[in-house]
């Protein structure tokens, strides 16, 4: 739903409750002027009708009261009675009812008749009607004629027909409910308006602007003709608009480059594998050769010397070479469900050499058996580089702890590989992965540019936590075996 619809729908709620309320006020003003109006109609009549009996009374002319009675009849008055305390009728307008009874229901109770008069609404038959009962004491001007037996000598009963009440009273109801309709109308559709014009329009703009071919106008339109939120936040939206444009073009220049680098990457990577290839078999053959000659020269031999310095060094050649082989070709994975806990036992079984020659300890923590899909033996390289990695920076003295843990809130495996060594840098943490990064002088630069592609191929995540002084933590994460 538009927001325009929703302030609108909004608004005519809070109207509807708000106008309701004070047209309802407005009634029960009504009525209460009504009734208070008809009251003292009805009290007044009363009271005159009272005056008269006892002036009649008073003159002796008791028998003029019925003639009395008939002359105060008018459209409005249905019917004027007087009636003894047990409800027979001495005195009625309405022709026939003298001598006969009235309805029980006409007769006020024993409470209203002590309290002396009393005004109720009443239904007949056929009509609504408003009533006063006023009582009739015994006083001393009625006691020279009826004797002072009796408290009471008779109850008056005056009834107005409430059809002239009721119209005015339908009328006022209908007034107030047709100006309170009005009015919601009024104000609801002057909000509608407004919502449209203050909100819808400049929104639509701003939402029409974010096509290209549009934008320019659009917002320099509204811009133009607004100096409120709208245009400010127009405002907004082109400078955000041009920013967005620029980094949109960056991102274009980067990704170009990215392409660029990526295809001289793949062609650095197909030569790479092509003089790797020429390079590997001469060495093979050089190594081979030189062993055979080595083998002739006397143990005390400077050639003998030499010759074992020439095959380290060809050593080292062709290790750089099978990383370089490694890292352009990887080798097709092999995944199998394996235990972790076999993988890093291994790793730490052919470290123990290399770690007993440089005098450093090394340390296995695991949780519970953990199963991953992996290559078993890609992902023991991986390790093993990192380890040879961290050996690098140890001194005498140093420990390495290899551990795995069971994550299962993020359904992996951890594996953390942390040192003892002197830690390293932030640029040297930014660049560990990149291939050729080395700490030392020694080693071909690519052993943890092979761990990362290795781990991302496993769909796995590796990181580093590094701080100069604190050592090193290589942290992996490896999806379990479902």
């Avoid at 030499?306 to 099978?322: P, T």
């Avoid at 007993?356 to 340390?363: H, K, N, R």
């Avoid at 020694?442 to 100069?468: D, K, M, Q, Y």
Wanted: aromatic content about 6%; proline content about 3%.
């Amino acid at each position: 739903m538009d927001l325009h619809k929703k302030i609108t729908l909004l608004f005519a709620a809070i109207a509807v409750v708000v106008v309701g309320f004070f047209s309802w006020e407005d009634i029960q003003f009504h009525k209460l002027r009504i009734n208070a109006s008809r009251t003292g109609r009805v009290e007044l009549l009363t009271e005159i009708i009272g005056n008269g009996l006892r002036s009649l009374m008073i003159e002796g002319r008791g028998r003029d009261f019925q003639k009395f009675l008939e002359n105060l009849i008018a459209e409005d008055i249905s019917a004027i009675r007087l009636f003894t305390q047990e409800g027979k009728i001495l005195n009625s307008t309405v022709p026939g009812e003298i001598g006969r009874r009235v309805p029980d229901k006409s007769i006020p109770s024993e409470n209203l008749l002590l309290k002396g008069f009393s005004l109720f609404n009443r239904d007949d038959a056929d009509k609504r009607v408003f009533s006063k009962v006023v009582l009739i004491k015994n006083d001393r001007i009625c006691q020279r004629c009826h004797g002072g037996t009796e408290h009471i000598r008779g109850v008056l009963d005056v009834e107005f027909a409430t059809s002239d009440s009721d119209a005015k009273m339908s009328d006022a109801i209908g007034s107030v409910a047709r100006s309170g309709l009005i009015m919601l109308f009024v104000l609801v559709g002057s909000v509608w308006l407004l919502a449209r014009y203050l909100l819808k329009s400049p929104l639509d703009l701003l939402a029409a602007s974010t096509r290209r071919d549009a934008e320019g106008a659009l917002l320099e339109k509204i811009i133009a003709g607004r100096q409120d939120e709208i245009g400010r936040l127009a405002i907004q939206f082109r400078e955000l608009r041009a920013d967005i444009d620029r980094k949109m073009e960056e991102i274009a220049n980067c990704r170009a480059d990215r392409d660029s680098r990526m295809e001289k990457m793949a062609s650095i990577g197909e030569l790479a594998a092509a003089v790797a290839h020429e390079i590997k078999n001469p060495l093979a053959g050089i190594s081979g050769a030189l062993q055979v000659l080595a083998e002739d020269f006397p143990d005390d031999s400077p050639r003998k010397e030499i010759s074992q310095e020439i095959l380290q060094e060809i050593e080292r050649l062709d290790k750089a070479v099978k990383d370089l082989l490694f890292f352009a070709v990887p080798p097709e994975l092999h995944q199998i469900p394996v235990d972790m806990h076999a993988v890093i036992d291994k790793v730490s079984r052919l470290l123990r050499p290399l770690a007993a020659t440089l005098e450093v300890t090394t340390t296995v923590t695991a949780d519970a058996a953990v199963s991953a899909l992996i290559d078993p033996e890609q992902m023991e390289i991986a390790l093993m580089n990192i380890a040879h990695f961290s050996f690098q920076s140890l001194q005498k003295g140093g420990h390495l702890t290899i551990g795995a843990y069971d994550r299962q809130d993020t359904g992996s495996i951890e594996i953390i590989m942390a040192d003892t060594g002197p830690g390293l840098s932030e640029e040297k943490v930014a660049e560990i992965f990149r291939p050729f990064f080395s700490t030392k002088h020694s080693g071909s630069g690519l052993s943890l540019a092979i761990t990362s592609n290795i781990i991302n191929r496993h769909n796995g995540t590796i990181s580093v936590e590094s701080r100069p002084g604190t050592g090193t933590a290589f942290h992996i994460l490896i999806p379990k075996t479902r």
